[in-house]
């Protein structure tokens, strides 16, 4: 398993962990749940659209576990890669180099979560 | 004229004015215009959904100018209201309260833009 | 009336307005709603410290009306001055001179909120 | 060892090589110091409320390395883990998803510097 | 007298009194004061190139009474136009838009702070 | 090899493949290169003091390739490590206790590159 995929796990297993931390400890982090939730509703906007937006604001504000979490949800949602790589573009105009670095890991996060044939 | 719209008028001779300054004294700045030529050109994703896009990251980085010219863009390119609120909630999830202030802002913009029947 | 008690009613009067259209318009708006109240309820921590909290953070952050939402809401719950320009103290540490810049205007809406005698 | 605690050592390690070299090498670096000690010194905020706000500022700024050393100050001045993660709430009102994000690590740092009892 | 020579007028005015009352008031902001000054001396690299430094990294973090501050004190100690728009076209890479969204500011300083033949 | 060894060359590494995949799948990316090509090369100010000016900036925004970048393309340049402390220090003034953690990567950037004799 390559470092990009330990990392990708890692992830996942940090915000497992967390989750269960806060949602029990913490009334404004159930209070956001339910704010992720509405945000991301199916509505005037797709929300694979709404993901990849989450994705172009994940790179602009350089929150890597963020990039992992809505690109797989993007490509889960039936986004294709070239149509995510079209959102990283924003972020690279909107964020310059350090977007373009960023971008470097959502290359990784759609390698792991790509769709197998 | 109220307040916000001077305010979006002096964005925009703001930005004609520098326009005019750094395309001649900076070829970085030429090239930035092409990567953001890049950057919207309809593709597999519409215009108007990286317009959303880029509003949503506008409010995340607390840019108003750029709130004021890509709420512009998204109307003209067709983008409703509903669906600028839905790109402007996925700010809220990423962004938290600085977000919902900037979201004051883009309300402006979307009053001054919006089409007129 | 200074401009900088311009600048704080401009504020107060944009938050009402945004307020309305978005909860109005947003589900996920009133999520944030809920979020920022659990945030600020008196728990382990006084309300008073934590609109202290915010102000830091507002100062790092460069959120002009949030440095006015929280200074008034601290003095009003009893923070005294003192107090709070050791809690912007901190932002100093956390965010260099933009930090010092910010301060400016925390210093306004102290005035403009100061308790009369 | 787990990777967090791994992560946590390899912060202090990196610190204490930093404060070596440029305490020697830089004189703003210097200043610096006297400022951080300025900024947390007890006054009309107890220390420890001082670093509660540290802490949730370097949540909102995304500085792992700061979570990690004022989780440690905070607790050994006598915060309890609910006040920190009071302290957290406000980062998130303040941060949104990305802040939640941060808030992994923070609860990481908090149960490496747990007292024991 | 133009906007953006009025606003150029109230930063000066707002660092001078907030300067003021928080040397008076925080022993941190005194510590941050010997911090800028140590920044800032002439040493391996002249001043001018440390305030063009500072221009560069005021476009990116927006902040624009920092760019006011930077941009006149580049201009006194010699640095010329063209360096720094060289600054800024570095703030342009690492900022993307949002940064020649400053850099409409940045012009009006040197407008107003270029020296007369 | 230590840690930040090969932390350095994952940088690299990264760098190199997400440059191969962008390079041919983005049209925004090509521009931007173009954008960094322009904005590094050598004019009124010398390349060395543009990559000093781009390692402050990646301290404030905290993107450690990109410090790791630029402190090998400055080193290269022939800017001395005292003249990069200096940027560095500049950085301190303008991003606080986040600018001096950042600070502890790149003088890991720096011992890796430093010139043998």
Do not use: N, W
Not at 31 to 53: D, N, S, T, W, Y
Not at 88 to 93: D, G, L, R, T
């Amino acid at each position: 398993m390559s470092e990009e995929q330990k990392r990708i796990e890692a992830y996942q297993e940090a915000r497992k962990k967390a989750d269960a931390y806060y949602q029990k400890a913490s009334p404004a982090y159930r209070a956001f749940q339910e704010l992720a939730k509405q945000a991301f509703r199916p509505g005037a906007l797709e929300k694979r659209v709404k993901e990849m937006i989450a994705i172009a604001i994940s790179i602009v504000v350089k929150c890597e576990p963020c990039i992992e979490h809505h690109v797989r949800e993007a490509l889960q949602d039936g986004a294709t890669e070239e149509q995510i790589v079209e959102a990283i573009e924003v972020a690279f105009e909107m964020g310059g180099g350090p977007a373009t670095v960023q971008a470097r890991f959502a290359l990784e996060a759609m390698e792991h979560y790509r769709p197998r044939q």
